[in-house]
Nanobody, 115 residues
Framework: QVQLVESGGGWVQPGGSLSLSCALS?????????LQWYRQAPEKARAWVAT??????NTADSVKGRFTISRDNAKNTVYLQMNSLKPEDTAVYYC?????????WGQGIQVTVSS
């Protein structure tokens, strides 16, 4: 059974950093061509944040230069390093993978940026 489990969220002051992890089980990460991070702020639609493929990464304009996505196939884990956090980054963060024709989402993890 394929599962994605996020960890590493929490509360941080503006300007701080957090690192999110997304652990994949039930499948080999090296066989997954692309994985994404999304986020959903209160009363807003879920929005794409970043994508990592086998050879490239891409991030949304709103986080470009502050967030970095990476993958470690040996650990079956995808990461999102978040620096210079702003209050508007407050959201539930989800990882997503499309595996064998099916869409999988993690359960989500809360990130709160406030003073």
């Amino acid at each position: 059974q394929v599962q994605l489990v996020e960890s590493g969220g929490g509360w941080v002051q503006p300007g701080g950093s957090l690192s999110l992890s997304c652990a994949l089980s039930g499948s080999d990460l090296s066989a997954v061509s692309a994985l994404q991070w999304y986020r959903q702020a209160p009363e807003k639609a879920r929005a794409w944040v970043a994508t990592v493929t086998r050879s490239d990464t891409n991030t949304a304009d709103s986080v470009k230069g502050r967030f970095t996505i990476s993958r470690d196939n040996a650990k079956n884990t995808v990461y999102l390093q978040m620096n210079s956090l702003k209050p508007e980054d407050t959201a539930v963060y989800y990882c997503r993978a499309f595996i064998n024709g099916r869409n999988y989402w993690g359960q989500g993890i809360q990130v709160t940026v406030s003073s």
